[in-house]
């Protein structure tokens, strides 16, 4: 039995239901003979009548009537979810699992994520936020958000279109002691926040002006994995930090650090929305990258820097 098919179960509750194998193929669209061909193969995989049959009667067996009771229902229910995960093809529906950088998280969370509900009331956001990059098929994730440079190569990305920036902050207790750096080389003086990346190597921190760039291997008695604790390092006046820029905006503004070196961070194209293969979309998955794609078509498209590390998380 675990091997028919489903329209075979099927075809039995239609005999019984009908009371004859002709009503019971013009029901299933089938010939007379295929659908008792059907039956059949069914009775001999279970080793047991489902139907007593003569040229003027037709009644369920014992086993037959068993059947009719307690498959009727279940392949009721085996129909209803076939129905409701192909619904997914045509609307959105569900939960939607995105595993983001804290960051990207932010730079996310108002032009998709509350548009994509406001768009379809039915569906629910699991927005997960991690420093680490994780397999988001192996966790179960539909999307994941991260810089270009941190997409794994076996994902399909598409860009967010908005730009990011790099900031160089520290506190003004920092500066006041040991002065601001002027140019990048200078940092090579001060103690600065280092980064590791998901890969363990330290992040050097990457500049450009002019079309020249620079890469420093920066020096100082702490290295942190996440830029919130950076974050935290640099407030307690640590050392200098290099953050992207929507991190620390709030503290710049507010004036609780500053930022140095604006002119060697110009902005570049960052964030990508990424996922594991193009067939089979759900119908929720589908519509998100149709409105990143929207949101990103609205956004300025910075020129973009060849061969950068990719930045903290």
Known sequence: MEHAALDDLAAVL???RKGT??????????????LSHAIARLEASLGVRLFNRTTRSLSLTGAGRIFVDQVGPALQEVRGALEAVRSERDTPSG????????FAAQAIMSPLV???????????????TEGRLVDIVADGFDLGVRVAGLVPSDMIAVSLGRPQRFAIVASPEYFERHGKPMVPPDLLNHQCIRVRLPDG???RWRFEKDGQTLQLDVDGRVILDEAHLARTAVMANVGIGYFMEQNVIEDI??????????????PFPGLCVYYPNRRNL??????FLTLVRQNAAKEPRPSTTENADPPPR
């Open 282 to 287: 759900s119908a929720s998955v589908r519509e």
């Open 201 to 203: 190597a330290l992040f």
């Open 114 to 128: 509350i548009e994509f509900l406001r768009r379809f009331p039915d569906m629910t956001v699991d927005l997960v």
């Open 253 to 266: 503004e507010a004036g609780r650090l500053i930022r140095v070196l604006d002119d060697w961070t110009p």
């Open 21 to 34: 194998f002709r009503a019971a193929a013009v029901e299933l669209d089938m010939s007379t003979t295929a």
């Open 14 to 16: 239609a005999i019984a």
């Open 95 to 102: 939960t939607l699992r995105i595993n983001a950088a804290p």
